[in-house]
């Protein structure tokens, strides 16, 4: 007999560990090799190449069906990334340790690009559509809550650790050990409350399996407007990927070398309360703006605003205020206009790009290019900061690169009719904003 298991006791555990790993090695790894005196040019590549498997994920999503179970993938990859992120915990001892550390963080994130199909998969297989409707927000609120823990309560941690004397790498010895914890408590705890309801047959062959994937991607590639939406899809978060690895480079930075010189503590807090606070109402805000007048009448709009916070960088590092109340004002705002911005993003790749035959693989591979179009600025944003004199340009010169966006989305053409009242189905899935659960 089946055991009959609320999803309200696994929905928030899955998509908590499906949120932690991605944002410590989006962000937070970034703040812990500049503690280790590691270049930003050094940085920023390696940290963002590492982030390929979430792009990737739709080309081997397809043939985990063939073995085994969704709840055996989710259970698994979690006691996996558990074990590795010790693995890399204790690699900072070693003389080459970002090599062996960028190495064990690669793994990890093919891990968790795998574990976020899986757990996606788990979620549509054992509830219904009403269910699905029912707990989408407790999946959403939990893998922000990740975010916040991660960008928030693990930062500080780690700098509050470092101000009682436990020096840069113990602290983040520490904190990357917890995070190890956590994972493989969600792995036991997931093991033994995920419903088994899969029979775990073989449902097809390989070659059956790999010729309905050429299928899908042909089909994508053949959809109207496709290469301008592609172009769309890509330049949209474009000035984003150049920016988001930079920014917490640029305010841990010393003020005599540019940065607004704060402490890992101090940006733990502005990232983990006010800016998440600001992020969750900026998703609220946009999501109800584009329900009242539709997606076609506020794209522009909605663009504009996510590239407001360019704008608020490239002041502060003009002015280098030294009031951290000014800061994280800076800070606020831009998660306000990401949250804002991004439900924009969302929902047209759900009503423009997606629809077809193949709506859900179609969404999965327009999340792929979205996540290219922000890993690779991101690889070279520290060489370009270096290059062009420090922080200052690089604001300046990213602050001209939304030119072009801006004008893709105004003329952007439109394959599908975008009435508010369709639009408001949509919503409540944007309002997720989970980049590693797309």
């Known amino acids: 007999m089946k055991r009959k298991v609320s999803p309200i006791a696994w929905v928030p555990s899955v998509y908590f560990a499906a949120g932690l790993p991605f ?4 962000m937070v790894v970034v703040l812990m090799y500049k503690g280790l005196d590691v270049s930003n040019a050094t940085i920023t590549f390696w940290t963002s190449l590492i982030m ?34 010790g693995l890399v915990a204790l690699s900072l001892t070693m003389s080459d340790f970002f090599a062996a550390s960028i190495c064990g963080l690669a793994l990890i994130a093919f891990s968790g690009a795998t574990h976020d199909i899986a757990g996606d998969g788990v979620y549509m297989s054992e509830l219904t559509n009403s269910q699905q409707s029912k707990y ?48 493989v408590m969600a ?17 097809a062959s390989a070659g059956e399996v790999a010729s309905e994937l050429k299928r899908v991607i042909l089909d994508f590639f053949t959809k109207k407007y496709i290469w301008y939406y592609i172009a769309f899809i890509i330049l949209y978060r474009f000035a984003e990927g150049f920016v988001i690895k930079i920014v917490p480079i640029f305010l841990k930075t010393g003020v005599a070398e540019g940065g607004l ?37 506020t794209l522009f709009t909605l663009a504009l605003i996510f590239n407001i916070p360019f704008a608020v960088y490239t002041l502060l590092a003009i002015y280098q205020p030294s009031a951290e109340w000014l800061i994280a004002s800076g800070i606020v705002l831009e998660y306000f206009g990401y949250g804002f911005g991004f439900v924009g993003l969302t929902l047209f790749m759900m009503q423009q790009v997606a629809p077809g035959k ?21 690889m070279f944003s520290g060489w370009l900061c270096d290059e062009v004199g420090g922080f200052r ?19 952007i053409p ?19 904003g989970g980049e590693g659960t797309e």
Do not use: C, R
């Open 23 to 26: 944002v410590v090695l989006n």
């Open 358 to 378: 193949h709506q859900m693989a179609h969404y999965a591979f327009a999340s792929g290019i979205m996540n290219l179009g922000v890993m690779l600025p991101g």
């Open 261 to 297: 010189g704060l402490s890992d503590k101090a940006i733990g807090l502005y990232y983990g309360t006010f800016g998440a606070a600001a992020f969750v109402i900026g998703s609220i805000l946009g999501g109800y703006f584009i329900s009242h007048y539709g997606l076609k009448k």
């Open 52 to 85: 390929l498997p979430w792009t990737l994920k739709p080309l081997w999503s397809p043939f985990m069906e063939l073995y085994k179970t969704k709840k055996f993938y989710v259970v698994t990859t979690e006691l996996f990334t558990g074990v590795m992120f």
């Open 414 to 432: 439109f394959t599908y009719d975008t009435d508010p009242k369709k639009v408001k189905e949509g919503v409540d899935a944007a309002l997720t």
């Open 187 to 203: 792995s036991l705890y997931n093991a033994w409350i995920i419903p088994s309801a899969e029979a775990g047959h073989q449902k």
């Open 393 to 411: 340009n690089f604001f300046i010169i990213v602050l001209v690169m939304i030119i072009v966006p801006l004008a893709i989305t105004w003329f």
């Open 136 to 183: 989408i927000g407790w999946q959403g609120a939990f893998y922000n809550i990740a975010k916040i823990v991660g960008t928030g309560l693990l930062v500080w941690l780690a700098g509050t650790m470092g101000e009682i004397g436990m020096g840069v790498k113990g602290s983040w010895m520490t904190v990357l050990g917890i995070v190890a914890m956590l994972m």
